[in-house]
Nanobody, 127 residues
Framework: QVQLVESGGGLVQAGGSLRVSCTAS????????MGWFRQAPGKEREFVAA????????YYADSVKGRFTISRDNAKNTVYLQMNSLKPEDTAVYYC????????????????????WGQGTQVTVSS
């Protein structure tokens, strides 16, 4: 079982930067791929970025490519999402997720089944 807690959300002006974090409980964090998703009001939750268990492979949605960076620190059981050049359309609740346990899954990051979810953190970008 993995419990995820996001932090670092807030209000930022368009063009600004923000970093959100997700800290996991348990000793198996380093075996999971980690992902970030977001859900804006009235919209479905969408994929933002993912990172492999080792951190060597990353994958981004086209809408954030070149602006957002996902990273992880397995020693701290934490995954980060650095968001630069923020736009009002980035406003959403951001969720982290864990899945694709490397002991059982060796496929692509784009096909990971996300098993565990955090409660979300609000990011608001003002124009």
């Amino acid at each position: 079982q993995v419990q995820l807690v996001e932090s670092g959300g807030g209000l930022v002006q368009a063009g600004g930067s923000l970093r959100v974090s997700c800290t996991a409980s348990g000793r198996t964090f380093g075996t999971y791929a980690m992902g970030w998703f977001r859900q804006a009001p009235g919209k479905e939750r969408e994929f933002v970025a993912a990172i492999s268990w080792s951190g060597r492979t990353v994958y981004y949605a086209d809408s954030v490519k070149g602006r957002f960076t996902i990273s992880r620190d397995n020693a701290k059981n934490t995954v980060y999402l650095q968001m630069n050049s923020l736009k009002p359309e980035d406003t959403a609740v951001y969720y982290c997720a864990a899945g694709g346990d490397r002991r059982y899954y060796a496929g692509s990051l784009s096909n990971v089944a996300w098993d565990y979810w955090g409660q979300g953190t609000q990011v608001t970008v003002s124009s």
